[in-house]
């Protein structure tokens, strides 16, 4: 390990945890070649193998899952002392990647973090967009959002929106030529725009609950997508029914282009919240981050 660059341990634990020398040359920001030269080196300085690469991803051999678990721990220490020592700057710098939905982009935390990061260039923020489930800490995430109910009992986690529902909507045309339904179970007679889950692979089920009575209801209709923007273009053109977040509808209801279904069936539940590992607290980049998304209303 004498020969060993620190940036060459770095590298790989990247992509280790990307599993594709494209995201992970991509991550870093250097050319797919310079990381494959790169991984190269430290695998002949150490004279072992520790990927074994496909045309399109890279998996780990038993040395490779070693070495990952032992350099990660001590790369972070020391990368938190690093991001540490930059308090003594005139303003914090660093980099913070997180994990979120793109509702959660959209609504709660680009409107945000935009004008607090025009105020510190030094600050990077890493978005990377997923509406399932990331563990940010085997992924090499800072801090992820997900909705209160969502977020692991071993981390802290903030607040940093109000509460919102998931609620049925439908055009007034696509009403007026199919009905409107009266209970949750009289969605299975309607043509309803589904919602795919990328992390699990299968079909959303609409959650429902009224008195301490739940019902999740798995819809059918003509089209399925992965984005709750796309549904709701779909609900405007008269193509069905959509089960979206509130807050995308809302104005659409008021102006009355959309209307609500179902509106006592559709429960507030706890909004997003930013939660992390203990360990990230204290740096002052992710300070601003996490003071910049509190949320401050009731």
Same mark, same amino acid.
């Given at each position: ?8 341990? #770095? ?10 020398? $494209? ?13 494959? /030269? ?26 490779? %899952?070693?070495?990952? %678990? ?20 005139? #303003?914090?710098?660093? $980099? ?11 609504? $709660?935390?680009?409107? =945000?973090?935009? @004008?607090?990061?025009?105020?510190? @260039?030094? &600050?990077?923020?890493?978005? !990377? &967009? ?6 940010? +800490? ?14 692991? =009992? ?22 007026? *030529? ?10 299975? #007679? ?19 609950? =009224? ?16 984005? !709750? ?5 779909? *609900? ?17 209801? *008021? ?29 002052? +980049?992710?300070?601003?981050? *996490?003071?910049?998304?509190? /949320?401050?209303?009731?």
């Amino acid at each position: 390990m004498a020969n060993t660059d620190f940036n060459d341990l #770095k590298w790989f634990r990247i992509v280790a945890e990307e599993r594709n020398f $494209t995201r992970a040359a991509a991550r870093i920001g250097v050319a797919q070649s310079t990381l494959s /030269h790169t991984i190269k080196r430290l695998e002949d300085n150490l004279g072992i193998r520790l990927l074994t690469r496909t045309t399109r991803n890279v998996a780990l051999t038993p040395a490779g %899952s070693q070495l990952l %678990s032992t350099v990660t721990p001590r790369l972070q220490e020391i990368e938190d002392e690093i991001d540490a020592l930059m308090e003594f700057r005139d #303003k914090p710098s660093g $980099t913070i990647r997180l994990t979120l939905s793109d509702h959660a982009l959209e609504t $709660t935390v680009w409107p =945000k973090l935009k @004008p607090v990061l025009m105020g510190y @260039p030094d &600050i990077r923020v890493e978005f !990377s &967009i997923d509406n399932g489930f990331r563990n940010i +800490v085997e992924d090499g995430f800072d801090a992820g959002v997900r909705l209160g109910e969502s977020v692991e =009992k071993d981390m802290i986690a903030i607040r940093i929106g109000p509460d919102w529902r998931m609620i049925a909507v439908a055009s007034p045309d696509y009403l007026a *030529a199919n009905g409107t339904p009266q209970h949750p179970q009289d969605l299975l #007679k309607h043509n309803c725009i589904n919602m795919r889950q990328k992390k699990l692979g299968g079909l959303y089920p609409w959650e429902f609950e =009224k008195d301490g009575n739940e019902i999740n209801v798995r819809v059918d209709g003509q089209i399925t997508f992965n984005n !709750s923007y796309a549904m709701m273009d779909a *609900a405007l053109s008269s193509m069905g029914i959509a089960f979206v977040p509130n807050s995308l509808a809302d104005h659409h209801i *008021a102006e009355g282009t959309l209307q609500l279904l179902l509106d006592d069936w559709s429960p507030f539940f706890d909004g997003y919240f930013l939660y992390y590992p203990t360990r990230r607290q204290n740096l002052p +980049v992710f300070k601003v981050i *996490a003071e910049a998304l509190r /949320h401050r209303g009731r």
